[in-house]
């Protein structure tokens, strides 16, 4: 229901600006505004869309102010809790309030006007005789209308042209902005998605919870019952039935009239999660991921808005959707690193989510067997409720796990595709029950780099400080970081020679090995290369669910949430590959990944087992893992990081300058590292590391320098930093610094 505006209203544009702007409010407009409406208002030379987010304190501002131009009839895109959420966002990470707006929009909101040129009599007169001749379409259309866009009609008569005709005054050039659309096109809606109330048949019965699960759900149960913020860490292992609490805990939010919200960390999981709730919970639920097309989007958007759903299932970006009496957010497997956005706006989907519970006065469940150490010491310290789901629901053990010594048995025939003879022995018996397995390798591609052998050439990309992957069915040379495609030569091109030589182990060539070692067995691969086209990668998924495909092979992708029942069998073919990154957090991630991937067998009963092959089979990550020791691997990697305040035992900003030219960007990072040393005086904290190159100093075209700023403290660190941006120090020509709060990756 519409508010009465005042005659002034705060307006937020979506923009990488730092504040709100004043606008006044004409009569016709003031029965159609309410916070969070989309409007249009003039800005700068511009026409834009602009988000009503607040009332003006003062009557009389000051200064001349400019009115708002129009009102789409449509549903606000913004509650006020979620402006204080965003406001709170940009305050935390240190961005721009528009900034954070835009990123938290969906696509096809944020509207911008563009030159539009009308034609003067005179003006059709000259295009008509300037056409006539060359008899291009825009001709009938530029006559019919009297109006271009300033970009279409530069193509046709260029740019000098278009200078012309406004010194000739045979075109006016005038600001417009395209519409915004305001209806819902159900035909653009997911089929999977019904409305509130719509019957879904229901295929199955809730199973029986185990004690454990009992224990937990009366937990969560009890807090929602109490209403106000409960944030629980639900530390279940591999196959423990967390997905089940969640299920209940959200039964039982809808029947306190709360919506929910769903984090899940890969978007191939949202269509098969959503299809489980839909079975348990019936219709009202919605998706919101980037897999959905623009129009999607922002139609699901609307929905959410209207109140036509009360169940969310989405990746990081549906922190930012407006559910209204948010009661809930489930965040499943917090622990993987894709919840933090890496761009321009850098922020973390799983923290935010606590922040959001708290704001809202909601429950919030972090769930992982892997839970990031900074959550787990959160719950140690009693910030954090923990759950525990000890063993799994089927009742059998967890997989076991037999480390194999690459350095020793690398089979002599394996053309280094890492299958050494106990790995193949397994899978032969496996397949011989009629057992699935899964082969694991975190590498994309046939052969991971490529170079000459005679004068030692190594094939790099030009934007990325990376070597090129070999796909070998495409004949190409790629970049995985930004997309660089280039034939795979037959001679190199620094000295002609012949001796090209690929090497490395990626999964196609794991693929390509297996069916020779395998070529009665149904093969297939999932990694981002095999899923390119759209619904491909739920497709292979459903194949191995019904038992279509006898070995996947694949990358991450077959790590996250995914239960098989059938897989008697996960071999990882080199669990070491992201142990020796330069960042402290490398042995913590490669202990998640290796008992996430092997978590993926077992699951139906005690068949499970696990060949972990390895080059480093003493480091700690590896030994834990082996044995599904999370805590005792926490205890003994946190040594280190306490010693040096390194998360979550300290905390860090991370300062990036980016940029096309090398020796600025470096001289700019040099300068941010000496401004925040004479900052901070004598003070031992925070620590400023740097100035250094990244570990990946080039990316897409851009070289990337930083200064890491680390302290005990979270205030400290905070205080240098907001020092530097308040005194310029981040400003610089031709390079781009960005703030990254609590980062996650430092490469």
């Not at 005054?169 to 305001?182: K, L, N």
């Not at 094939?459 to 995985?480: E, G, I, Q």
């Amino acid at each position: 229901m519409s508010e009465v505006a005042p005659p002034l209203v705060d307006i937020a544009i979506p923009l990488p600006l730092a504040g709100v702007f004043t606008y006044r409010v004409p009569d016709a407009f003031k029965n159609r505004l309410q916070v969070g409406r989309r409007v249009i208002v003039p800005f700068r030379k511009k026409i834009c869309a602009g988000f009503v987010v607040d009332y003006p304190s003062s009557s009389n501002p000051g200064g001349e102010l400019k009115e708002i131009t129009d009102v789409p009839e449509e549903e606000p895109y913004l509650t006020r809790n979620l402006w204080g959420f965003l406001q709170w966002i940009a305050d935390y990470y240190l961005l721009p309030v528009g900034l954070v707006l835009k990123t938290a929009l969906p696509p096809g909101s944020e509207r911008r006007s563009q030159p539009w040129a009308l034609f003067t009599p005179e003006g059709r007169k000259w295009f008509a005789a300037l056409q006539a001749a060359s008899g291009n379409p825009v001709r009938d259309r530029v006559l019919r209308t009297g109006t271009i866009s300033c970009k279409d009609l530069a193509k046709v008569v260029g740019k000098k042209g278009l200078e012309e005709a406004q010194r000739r005054q045979w075109i006016r050039v005038e600001e417009r902005i395209a519409r915004p659309r305001t209806n819902v096109r159900s035909n653009h809606i997911p089929e999977l998605l019904n409305p509130i109330g719509t019957e879904w048949p229901s295929g199955e019965n809730p199973p029986d919870l185990t004690p454990h699960q009992q224990e937990a759900f009366r937990q969560i149960d009890e807090a929602l019952q109490a209403g106000g913020f409960h944030p629980f860490l639900l530390f279940g292992v591999t196959g423990s039935g967390k997905t089940e609490v969640y299920l209940r805990a959200i039964a039982r939010a809808r029947e306190h009239g709360k919506t929910s919200l769903v984090l899940v960390p890969e978007i191939a999981l949202t269509p098969q999660l959503a299809r489980r709730f839909l079975r348990r919970l019936g219709g009202g639920i919605a998706l919101f991921h980037s897999g959905l097309t623009r129009a999607q989007r922002l139609d699901e958007w609307r929905r959410i808005s209207s109140g036509k759903v009360n169940v969310v299932i989405a990746a990081r970006s549906g922190i930012f959707v407006p559910l209204e009496n948010l009661g809930l957010i489930v965040v499943d497997e917090e622990h993987d690193p894709s919840y933090k956005q890496e761009d321009s706006c850098p922020y973390n989907a799983k923290d935010m989510a606590l922040v959001r519970g708290k704001l809202e006065g909601g429950t919030v469940i972090l769930g992982s067997a892997t839970p990031s150490f900074e959550t787990f010491v959160n719950a140690q310290r009693g910030r954090i409720t923990r759950l525990d789901l000890p063993v799994r629901s089927h009742g059998g053990l967890l997989p076991t796990v037999e480390l194999v010594d690459l350095r020793g048995t690398m089979a002599k025939d394996s053309k280094g595709a890492f299958l050494t003879p106990v790995l193949l022995t397994n899978i032969r018996e496996a397949l011989a029950k009629r057992e699935q397995v899964v082969i694991f390798i975190n590498r994309r591609g046939f052969d991971t780099f490529a170079q000459c052998r005679s004068c030692g050439h190594v094939f790099v990309c030009p934007n990325c400080d990376v070597s090129l992957t070999h796909h070998k069915k495409a004949r190409a040379l790629r970049c995985h970081l930004c997309g660089f495609s280039r034939a795979a030569p037959p001679l190199c091109p620094q000295c002609s020679g012949a001796r090209l030589f690929f090497g490395g182990v990626g999964t196609q060539k794991v693929e390509e090995e297996l069916s020779m070692h395998f070529p009665d067995a149904r093969i297939e691969r999932l990694d981002r290369d095999s899923t390119r086209k759209r619904d491909e990668l739920e497709k292979i998924l459903d194949r191995f669910r019904k038992r279509q495909i006898d070995i996947l092979t694949g990358t991450q992708m077959i790590v996250k949430g995914h239960d098989f029942p059938g897989i008697s069998l996960v071999g990882i073919l080199c669990g070491d590959l992201s142990l020796h990154f330069p960042d402290f957090r490398a042995g913590e991630r490669t202990f998640q990944m290796l008992t996430q991937v092997a978590g993926r067998t077992g699951r139906a009963s005690d068949s499970g087992r696990v060949i972990l092959q390895t080059f480093d089979p003493h480091h700690p990550a590896i030994q834990h893992a082996a044995v599904h020791e999370y805590e005792a691997f926490l205890e003994k990697d946190s040594v280190a990081r306490q010693e040096l305040f390194y998360p979550p035992f300290g905390h860090l900003i991370l300062l990036r300058v980016e940029g096309n030219n090398e020796n600025r960007v470096e001289s700019h990072a040099a300068k941010i590292a000496r401004a925040a040393r004479l900052l901070k005086g004598q003070s031992n904290e925070p620590a400023v590391l740097g100035a250094a190159p990244c570990p990946r100093k080039k990316l897409v075209g851009k070289f990337r320098w930083q200064v890491l700023l680390k302290g005990r403290e979270r205030s400290c660190v905070r205080d240098l930093a907001k020092a530097l941006r308040a005194e310029g120090h981040l400003k610089g020509y031709g390079v781009k610094v960005v703030i990254d709060v609590d980062p996650i990756d430092l490469m």
